[in-house]
C-alpha cells in the first residue's frame, strides 16, 4: 500500500515572523550550528550532529521527507529548527488515515521567544485545511517542560503516556506524554470559542 505521505508536498508558508520552506543541501552549516547543541537533539530523542557532513547526510533523508520544514526567521533568512507533520508510522506509531503527528525543534538561542508555537500554529492550519487531518498528535518525553508548553499553547491537550518507549538513536528508554487536537477543537481556538461553542 502505497504510503499517503509520499503524496504529500513540502509548500513555502509564511507567518508574521517566520518563512517555513523545504530544506535546502545547502542549509547543512546552519543546521549543525544548532543540531550539535547537547540540549537540543537528545531532549527530542536523537544524537547531537558531529560534523557539517552529518547535517548534510541528515538534509538528504530525514528532513528531505514530505512535510518537513526549515524555519526561517525572516530577520536572518537562516534556518534555525523544523518542523514536520507525520503520518503512516513514519512517527513510530501507525495512524489511521486522517491523522497525523507533528515534530519540532528550534535551536537554543532561539528558546523562549515563541517562534516555535508560531510555526506549529500555521503547521495545524495547513494540516487541517489542506492535508484534510481530523486529528493531530504531538509528543513530548518527561522532563521536557518546554516542549510541553508548546502544545499547550496550540491547544494540544493531554490523551495518554507510554512508559518504556525505546529511542534507539541515543540508546535510551524514556516515557512520552501524548497530547492530541481535532480539528473541531481546533477550529474553535481560531474562532474564539471552547470545544463547546462557547466564547
Not at 543541501?25 to 531532549?43: K, N, S
Not at 501507525?94 to 528550534?106: F, Q, R, S, T, V
Request: hydrophobic residues 35%; charged residues 30%; negative net charge.
Amino acid at each position: 500500500m502505497k504510503s499517503k505521505t509520499l503524496e504529500w508536498k513540502t509548500p513555502n508558508l509564511e507567518t508574521p515572523r517566520l518563512l517555513l520552506r523545504p530544506w535546502r543541501e545547502d542549509d547543512a552549516e546552519a543546521l549543525y550550528q544548532y543540531a550539535r547543541d547537547l540540549d537540543v537533539g537528545p531532549a527530542a530523542g536523537w544524537p547531537p550532529h558531529m560534523s557539517v557532513e552529518n547535517s548534510r547526510e541528515i538534509l538528504r533523508g530525514v528532513l528531505s521527507e514530505p512535510v518537513t520544514w526549515a524555519v526561517v526567521p525572516k530577520e536572518i533568512g537562516l534556518p534555525v529548527g523544523s518542523l514536520s507533520v507525520m503520518a503512516d508510522g513514519v512517527s513510530g506509531r501507525k495512524l489511521p488515515e486522517n491523522e497525523a503527528e507533528i515534530g519540532y525543534w528550534i535551536g537554543k538561542p532561539y528558546w523562549g521567544r515563541g517562534l516555535i508555537p508560531e510555526a506549529v500554529r500555521r503547521a495545524q492550519r495547513y494540516a487541517f485545511e489542506e492535508l484534510g487531518m481530523a486529528r493531530l498528535w504531538c509528543g513530548y518525553f518527561d522532563g521536557n517542560e518546554k516542549s510541553k508548553r508548546v502544545q499547550e499553547k496550540c491547544g494540544f491537550v493531554y490523551h495518554h503516556t507510554v512508559e518504556n518507549v525505546e529511542c534507539p538513536l541515543i540508546g535510551e528508554t524514556r516515557t512520552e506524554h501524548f497530547t492530541t487536537i481535532t480539528r473541531e477543537e481546533w477550529a474553535a481556538r481560531l474562532h474564539g470559542t471552547d470545544r463547546f461553542g462557547r466564547s
